[in-house]
T-cell receptor, first 112, second 112 residues
Framework: EAQVTQNPRYLITVTGKKLTVTCSQN?????MSWYRQDPGLGLRQIYY???????DKGDVPEGYKVSRKEKRNFPLILESPSPNQTSLYFC???????????FGPGTRLLVL | GQQVMQIPQYQHVQEGEDFTTYCNSS?????IQWYKQRPGGHPVFLIQ?????EVKKQKRLTFQFGEAKKNSSLHITATQTTDVGTYFC????????????FGQGTILTVHP
């Protein structure tokens, strides 16, 4: 089944404790992206990747890191999480930047 | 940077009434996509518009892309309870190819 998977789905952590949210797709998509969703603000793009080893900043990259070592995986890293990074995070992938995006199920993060 | 404004933020309708949500971009877009997110779910692609003045229909849903490619609308005729959810537009354009900017979303509630 074609899908985008994210892990974990729910995470409670404390300020400053490094964490990684994984994202994997099995559709051989070149384009992958991370978003955060907050009430009243919609979806805001954090980082995106056009292909392996090619990443670029979205609108809200501060406090986040990403890597794209393999085509299928695009992990989101929070080196030192802070409470303002409490949010719902979505990973998405597509064949190209202007193609239909397929979203993962989301990861709900709470930083205390 | 590019901004995409979406109105209204909330819309409550009685089942059978029509519904429209509007998106306006601060810059000319190369394309605009529409997504629907059911409560507790992830965004799901509805349609993409590319051409100036383009109009596309999907059953009771009508999508329009403005002549200047800076605005778009989604109209639902005779809403049903299954239409409940948040509708997002997402635009691409400007100098950062690959960057996707979402509107804030319109939360639609349909009362039976």
């Amino acid at each position: 089944e074609a899908q985008v998977t994210q892990n974990p789905r729910y995470l409670i952590t404390v300020t400053g404790k490094k964490l990684t949210v994984t994202c994997s797709q099995n559709m051989n998509h070149e384009y992958m992206s991370w978003y955060r969703q907050d009430p009243g603000l919609g979806l805001r793009q954090i980082y995106y990747s056009m292909n392996v080893e090619v990443t670029d900043k979205g609108d809200v990259p501060e406090g986040y890191k990403v890597s794209r070592k393999e085509k299928r995986n695009f992990p989101l890293i929070l080196e030192s999480p802070s409470p303002n990074q409490t949010s719902l995070y979505f990973c998405a992938s597509s064949f190209g930047a202007e193609e239909t995006q397929y979203f993962g199920p989301g990861t709900r993060l709470l930083v205390l | 940077g590019q901004q995409v404004m979406q109105i209204p933020q909330y819309q409550h309708v009685q089942e059978g009434e029509d519904f429209t949500t509007y998106c306006n971009s601060s810059t000319t877009l190369s394309n605009i996509q529409w997504y629907k997110q059911r409560p507790g779910g992830h965004p799901v692609f509805l349609i993409q518009l590319v051409k100036s003045g383009e109009v596309k229909k999907q059953k009771r849903l009508t999508f329009q892309f403005g002549e200047a490619k800076k605005n778009s609308s989604l109209h639902i005729t005779a809403t049903q309870t299954t239409d409940v959810g948040t509708y997002f537009c997402a635009g691409q354009g400007g100098t950062s190819y690959g960057k996707l900017t979402f509107g804030q979303g319109t939360i639609l509630t349909v009362h039976p």
